[in-house]
């Protein structure tokens, strides 16, 4: 890379992402000429340090990103189709991670590992896929490209942080609630907006984000849609269901895939294990498989528990963890900046 820097903006920088993208921006040492910290009015005026340097958050308005090259957005879905147009308006390129336009068909839903040549087709916004689906994409990439994939079946076990800092601070309050033999009052989760509440303590949920009319939830039907736009292959049955429990960090996912080739499966754990990001765990004789408090605070996708179908000899059984706020969020984001970089740097 050469001496070029960059403006950037970070739009939601005092939540739970924007911290993880600015910690990995420093750590990867991007090359920032100006640092801008956006927030809801709420946050603003909060200090964070950055390498060495206080830097007020200020609020996010149209004009905020004057002169900014990157912006990284991670301040909820309305945030995002209300300013993202103004900052491609002013010349900046937006990676946005909420769901206001992954499925917008002019905007490349893009995993590095995965399709980063898509990064190039973008009209000034490039979305980042939901938490669940880029780790589950970023494991099956390497048998769609090799085998073909006809048919997924994913079942999800997700860490509250995806709910946000609220969800964590509910779930380890009603953990002490219940161990003292307390009452337990629920406020936030599965859905914060929706009048009833569940208690996520010592408890599994089988709701994340509101039911559709099909009957699936939201958050199933992103992966459903977002695994089909980033593999480019409408044809790959997809089903998911998606359950909330009490993990802090780390979501893992239980995936059937049928593929359209036959395998052997020493060569499946070859595959993975040569792929970039993806770490293998998988030793039943040691009882070594990914664990979610494993893959907390570690940007690869580990994979693990890899065994062939007993019914479908096509088909294979895994066990897929990620940390969904490093790679199932500002992990992926940083990384999709970094390529946007290179290529502007190696063209100037």
Not at 3 to 15: E, L, M, S
Not at 263 to 282: H, K, N, Q, Y
Request: aromatic share 6%; proline share 5%; glycine share 6%.
């Amino acid at each position: 890379m050469s001496n070029q820097k960059f403006n950037v903006a970070v739009v939601g920088a005092t939540g739970a992402v924007g911290e993880q993208i600015l910690g990995l921006l420093d750590k990867r040492e991007f090359p920032i000429s100006n640092l801008k910290l956006l927030s809801s009015a709420r946050s603003a005026g909060t200090i964070i340090n950055f390498r060495g340097q206080d830097i007020t958050v200020e609020e996010a308005t149209p004009e905020s990103f004057e002169g900014i090259d990157i912006a990284l957005f991670s301040a909820g879905g309305d945030v995002s189709k209300e300013l993202a147009p103004h900052a491609v308006r002013l010349g900046a390129v937006c990676i946005d991670n909420t769901n206001a336009f992954r499925m917008d068909p002019n905007t490349p839903l893009v995993v590095p590992e995965v399709n980063p040549e898509q990064i190039d087709e973008h009209n000034g916004i490039i979305a980042n896929p939901n938490c669940s689906t880029i780790q589950m994409v970023a494991a099956l990439k390497p048998l769609q490209d090799a085998y073909g994939i006809s048919r997924i079946i994913v079942s999800t076990y997700q860490a509250v942080s995806g709910a946000g800092s609220r969800a964590i601070d509910e779930m380890l309050r009603q953990s002490k609630e219940v161990l003292e033999g307390n009452e337990i009052k629920p406020d936030i989760l599965p859905v914060g907006s929706l009048p009833v509440k569940h208690q996520i303590a010592f408890n599994a949920i089988p709701q994340i984000d509101k039911f559709q009319d099909n009957g699936y939830t939201l958050e199933e039907m992103k992966m459903i849609r977002e695994t089909k736009k980033i593999m480019r292959d409408e044809s790959i049955d997809v089903t998911a269901t998606c359950v909330r429990i009490p993990v802090v960090y780390g979501h893992s996912e239980s995936v059937y895939v049928e593929l359209k080739k036959d395998f052997e499966l020493e060569d499946v754990r070859d595959l993975l294990a040569e792929s970039p990001g993806i770490t293998v765990m998988d030793d039943p004789a040691s009882q070594t498989y990914p664990l979610a408090t494993d893959a907390a605070g570690k940007p690869d996708v580990f994979v693990g528990r890899l065994r062939r179908d007993l019914g479908e000899s096509k088909a294979l059984n895994m066990w897929i963890v990620s940390d969904n706020l490093i790679k199932g969020a500002a992990w992926n984001a940083v990384q999709i900046a970094e390529i946007i970089a290179a290529k502007r740097s190696a063209c100037s």
